[in-house]
């Protein structure tokens, strides 16, 4: 893939909770559905079947397990529970790839997925088309009714594909940090250019603000309710953190000083042997980044990339700043004041990641998407190179673990002086 990655355009989508809705169409729902698909397997066609199967740590998935998991995905939510005529492709499938629904029953054990080199990737590929076909078969047959109740599922499943798309890329290119030989997943990949105009600082003057997903868009539970929240003063950084910056964090010490450090990072740190950011080599002398397109040399002008909350809360607190909370975020790139809010790097912000006032998780095995995750990680705004196109929007929240740094992970900082 490129900079320009993606060929998905936007879904035609709507709400997953689906309030207020015209019939959905199931020419339109169709298109969508094999957009999406076709991406998947558009990043899996440059990985050969050895790719596949790799998994290079716990957290990080084979490929061929993201091509089976999203295809589970519509064969447990939609299929299985709506179509009658429907026939599992595999009775062991639902356990090898169900990821965490304990309400869709066992599954197989996450950080053991690596060892699966049974069913092999082309019994992935024909489960795919087997799916895809039922699909397509349903959808077109559909009558009014059962089409407003799938919809919503069908437009969630295609969502969370998106999802593993991304995901698709940030594993398979750890995996390729691993190896010696470094190989790029693109050759022809380069990181996107930011765009670095405009005054450095962004005011944003003490106010109250609604935040939070409205209308009839396709977003996610964890986006509503929408709700007021009480922002600035603050000014925040138009442009993204550079590795220019973060080479000079490195220089004066900035990883061995635990004054800058959350105690819990700097044990993380330490632990690690973190130095630099992730996918960081120093070859003969000079620091190297290992991305899509290969080992490349570390660009003082990109932004920085595969950083955890913890370096980046230790870095804006060398910086004598702050992170920006997940609201100020919002509000400013609402108001299209931050560079590159889209399409470099996810932004950490220092909000927990917590329910929005007044939130419940939908009701049934989807409820399981993303209430159960909040506690314990961090907000993310904004998207990533590898993040579909179609797929980001103001009020997304993305959220890991303070310790992660495998995903295309930068920041930007915030002023409170
Ligand atoms: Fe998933």
Known sequence: MTSSASATAPLPITDARQTSRSAPQSGSLIEAFLTVRG????????????????QSMPD????????AHTTWFFEQFVLGQHCRAYTPFHADYAFLFNSYYVSAGPRHTRGERGLITRPGVADIAAYRRHVDAAMVDFLGSADAATLADIAPLVEVGLNHEQQHQE???????????QNPIAPAYDPSWTFPTPTGAGEEWVSL??????????????????ERPVHRALVGPVKLARNLVTNADWVAFMADGGY????????DGFAAASREGWQAPGHWYKVEGEWRIMTLGGLKPVDPNAPVCHVSYYEADAFARWSGRHLPTEMEWEVAARGHQLNDAFGIVWQWTRSAYSPYPGYRAIEGALGEYNGKFMVNQLVLRGSSLATPAGHSRVTYRNFFYPHHRWQFTGLRLADYA
Do not use: C
């Not at 558009?42 to 790799?54: G, H, K, M, N, T």
């Not at 995901?167 to 940090?177: Q, S």
């Not at 061995?256 to 105690?263: D, F, G, N, V």
């Open 205 to 222: 003057p003490e106010g109250i603000h609604t935040v939070g997903h409205a209308g009839d868009g396709y977003h996610f539970d964890n």
């Open 256 to 263: 061995a000083t635990a004054t800058l450090w959350l105690m």
């Open 167 to 177: 995901l698709m890329l940030t594993d398979i290119l750890h995996a390729f940090a």
């Open 60 to 67: 990080a998935s084979p490929a061929k397990w993201h091509r």
């Open 39 to 54: 991406e998947t397997e558009r990043r899996a066609a440059l990985l050969s079947p050895e790719d596949q199967v790799i």
